[in-house]
């Protein structure tokens, strides 16, 4: 299993220009997960998915568009790239567990470290 | 929103030497959990605590869950440095996964 993987790995924008993440992960996971992270500021969730077709905001999903059409697949778009954009994204992965879902155990990709210019 | 500030920000000890992490919160978590994330990697978790005043132990690391549920505490003995990394703290306060707040982190790096 490659567990979770993300695509690409690195990316410099100009400001203005629109790009897509893409994670995918085959632990057949029901919940997915969009996080930015910055110095001194932890992981911070962008949007999240309970399931195939369905998705969610978290806490700073402004200037950024997800899509799950895949059970596997998880999107994470820009449409017109900020320099305060600038960050490194991790997408994760989890299963409920007995129902409560909230503890689970998120697995995580390696991140996309995404520059804007 | 909810804030989680670890303590201490940064960390540099010898390999041998004990140390304790700090995870504080004015919210109350239903749960918290404790990440480790090396570089270039994505966070790999360590612990989950769900009941005030747990105590959990894995080798030689130790995990407390305050007993108001709004600070937790990670203590590591005889630091060696392969413990080097950034650890994060996350709670969750009610049940749901956009309610996953990350504490700021603690980067240790454990020298020879």
């Known amino acids: 299993n490659a567990g979770v993987t993300q695509t690409p790995k690195f990316r410099v924008l100009k400001t203005g220009q629109s790009m897509t993440l893409l994670c995918a992960q085959d632990?057949?996971?029901?919940?997915m997960y969009w996080y930015r992270q910055d110095p001194g500021m932890g992981l911070r969730l962008i949007h999240y998915?309970?399931?195939?077709?369905?998705?969610a905001k978290g806490e700073v999903p402004d200037g950024y568009n997800v899509s799950r059409l895949k059970k596997q697949n998880f999107l994470l778009g820009l449409e017109s790239a900020a320099p305060s954009q600038t960050s490194v994204y991790f997408c994760?992965?989890?299963?409920?567990?007995?129902?409560?879902?909230?503890?689970?155990?998120?697995?995580f990709g390696p991140g996309t470290r995404l520059t804007v210019l | 929103t909810q804030l989680l500030e670890q303590s201490p920000q940064f960390l540099s000890i010898q390999e041998g030497e004990n140390l304790t992490v700090y995870c504080n919160s004015s919210?109350?978590?239903?749960?918290l959990q404790w990440y480790r994330q090396e570089p270039g990697e994505g966070p790999v978790l360590l612990v989950t605590v769900v009941t005030g005043g747990e105590v959990k132990k894995l080798k030689r690391l130790t995990f407390q869950f305050g007993d108001a549920r709004k600070d937790s505490s990670l203590h590591i003995t005889a630091a060696q440095p392969g413990d080097t990394g950034l650890y994060l703290c996350a709670g969750d306060s009610s049940g749901t996964a956009s309610k996953l707040t990350f504490g700021t982190g603690t980067r240790l790096q454990v020298t020879l």
């Open positions: 632990m057949n996971h029901e919940y």
């Open positions: 998915s309970v399931g195939e077709g369905t998705t």
């Open positions: 994760a992965s989890s299963y409920p567990d007995s129902g409560r879902w909230s503890t689970d155990t998120q697995y």
């Open positions: 919210s109350v978590f239903s749960s």
